[in-house]
């Protein structure tokens, strides 16, 4: 295995353990997860492998296989303080740091990272990142530690360590994942189940078109939106929009981009909460009008959008797809289309001859079967 090799290569010694963790796609529930509402994503095969050994002291070294380089022990990186972490390795440096935080005796650690999520395409590296971290240090120091609560602690290391204030969905879409099926959760009470996907078995495939548009959240748009919905609630006497029922009436108290926020936070709950119950009925056919209705809210309610996510989901249904949206943070990233599997190739010339016609590079597409969580390597 090609981690294992670079660990041996860089550190002069075998790992102790290794894990892999798998990027998300969320099919639907976009911005709840911060607002205590309700997610459905689901697991890629693609995510990122950790080789983790324990140092003697607290030093902790650190070696991505995506870093441009032929010999790997050049491109080690040493950080002697947490403090001292910089760029992606606040990712995992901040998983360490989380575990401190929360009590446990962590050492340091010789690391090495292996990765194959698209990077900047909102499938959520960084979560699988901190994920694969955190389960191999539980494994390793033999902490005890659930599925959620490493969920829990990797959300931790982003949002404190990191400064990145996401939800929880990321985190708990890597950890707990099972095969074949999409992950429901209340972001409230973080009470998941399983939601069979067997898309293939209705003739429909999940394409996800990842535009290469820039993908950045942390430059204030992903925390101002946060702010928005938070200020609303305040205004309207609630914990979180989540607690909205009367829309109406809470839409007719608010003003500018509170009103808009709100309005997109609850639609989309109620959206997400029909997706389940279709899929529950065995007729995922029927949910591309909702994949519809939840981008024209994320492009006019929550203005997380852009020119390249509108174009793939305008041409995927042009090309034939039953519905489509922008996933992840927004702002570039990805989108995904609900397609019948004989419509797959219209659906890629038709967006592929757009992106040609705005005289941008064609996006890449990706088939993904809903996939497992995190797991051991043996």
């Known amino acids: 295995m090609r981690v ?104 340091g650690a010789d690391i090495v990272i292996d990765g194959d999520v698209p990077q ?53 879409a890597s ?34 078109i990842d535009t290469g548009a820039h993908h950045e959240l942390a430059d204030g748009q992903y925390a101002r939106r946060r702010q928005d919905c938070e200020n609303a609630a305040k205004h309207l006497g609630v914990d979180s929009l989540r607690d909205v029922t009367d829309l109406a009436a809470a839409l007719s108290r608010l003003t500018g981009d509170e009103r808009k926020r709100t309005q997109h936070v609850v639609t989309e709950n109620h959206r997400v909460e029909a997706v389940v119950g279709l899929l529950r009925a065995g007729v995922p056919q029927e949910i591309g009008a909702l994949l519809n209705a939840s981008h024209l809210s994320l492009r006019d309610q929550y203005e ?16 034939g797809a039953r519905g489509a949206r922008m996933t992840g943070g927004g702002f570039g990233g990805s989108a995904i289309a609900l397609v019948p599997a004989g419509r797959l190739d219209s659906v890629r010339t038709e967006i592929t001859d757009a992106y040609l016609g705005n005289s941008w590079a064609p996006p890449r597409f990706l088939q993904a079967p809903p996939s497992a969580g995190a797991r051991r390597i043996s």
Request: with cysteine; charged share 15%; aromatic share 6%.
């Open 304 to 319: 997380v959008s852009c020119p390249e996510l509108d174009v793939a989901v305008e041409s995927a249904i042009r090309g």
């Open 4 to 107: 294992a090799e670079a660990f041996q290569a860089a550190y002069g010694r075998p790992a102790d353990v290794i894990w892999h963790a798998p990027g998300r796609v969320n099919l639907i529930g976009e911005h709840t997860d911060y607002n205590n509402g309700f997610v459905l994503p689901y697991a890629l095969p693609w995510g990122v492998t950790a080789a983790l050994s324990p140092r003697d002291d607290d030093t902790v070294r650190l070696l991505s296989l995506q870093t441009p380089g032929d010999d790997p022990s050049g491109a080690v990186r040493t950080v002697a303080g947490y403090d001292q972490a910089e760029g992606w390795t606040r990712y995992a440096v901040g998983v360490l740091w989380a575990l401190r935080q929360a009590g446990h005796a962590v050492p």
């Open 175 to 208: 950890a707990l994942s099972r095969e074949g099926h999409a992950l429901f959760m209340d972001c409230r009470t973080l009470a998941t189940r399983t939601v069979p996907l067997d898309l293939s078995a209705a003739g429909l495939e999940l394409l996800i």
């Open 120 to 172: 900047g395409a909102g499938l959520s590296s960084s979560a699988a990142l901190e994920v694969a971290v955190a389960s191999a240090l539980n494994d390793l120091l033999s902490l005890g530690l659930a599925p959620l609560d490493l969920a829990l602690l990797s959300q931790k290391a982003e949002n404190d360590f990191v400064g990145m204030p996401c939800g929880i969905m990321d985190q708990a």
